[in-house]
């Protein structure tokens, strides 16, 4: 999983739903990550980083942070590999342009992994409401989920909606969505990866 805090927030919520997933400290900033969660039974492996700058976060190593290209760019990919991205929040303070740019890198090292590894299951998660603050909104929020939806249009690539699924939601709005939202955003994605 490559992205921000919604995004961090699956992991969590996959981290007590499975109960023998056991956290391996890394001694890293729990906000930028990476988190690593391990099932030796099954063979799981379960990791979450923060995608690279820009990122509001607490002080975090720079070693610790990567573009999620570079990072796609070393998986080896394969039946059993599944990939989680979604980059948007952090976006909305800066020119379209930068987002744009790092989109098509991004574009760029899914269309290599999928070429090297066809059998690996690529998931988007898209921006989702209730991002009410100084730095962004729900307007700015649905512009660059579009142009991520387009980025990746036509591609052997999931694109998750959990816009709507925020949006219609009787919590509270919030960026960071209640526990209900998270379990029906998980059990999508689960029931892609999972379809039996």
């Known amino acids: 999983m490559f992205g921000d805090s919604t995004l961090r927030q699956w992991f969590e919520y996959l981290e007590k739903f499975i109960p023998s997933l056991k956290r391996i400290d890394l001694h890293v900033n729990y906000q930028s990550g990476p988190l690593i969660a391990v099932e030796t039974n099954a063979g799981l ?13 607490t002080k975090t190593m720079m070693s610790d942070l990567h573009y999620e290209a ?15 991205l ?3 929040a952090h976006f909305t303070t800066y020119p379209v342009r930068v987002y744009l740019e790092r989109l098509e890198k991004v574009q760029q090292a899914v269309s290599s992994l999928l070429f090297r590894s066809p059998e690996t299951t690529v998931i988007i998660k898209s921006a989702n409401t209730g991002y009410k603050s100084i730095y962004g909104s729900d307007w700015l929020s649905l512009q660059l989920d579009i142009l991520l939806r387009a ?20 919590l509270p709005d919030d960026i960071h969505p209640g526990p209900p939202v998270i379990k029906n955003a998980v059990d999508l994605m689960l029931s892609h990866i999972c379809p039996h």
């Open 45 to 57: 492996v379960m990791r979450w980083k923060a995608h690279g700058l820009p990122l509001r976060t």
């Open 70 to 84: 570079a990072d796609l760019a070393g998986i080896g990919g394969g039946p059993h590999t599944v990939i989680v």
């Open 86 to 88: 979604t980059l948007w």
């Open 151 to 170: 980025a990746f249009k036509g591609m052997r690539v999931i694109i998750l909606d959990v816009w709507d699924m925020t949006s219609c939601h009787y």
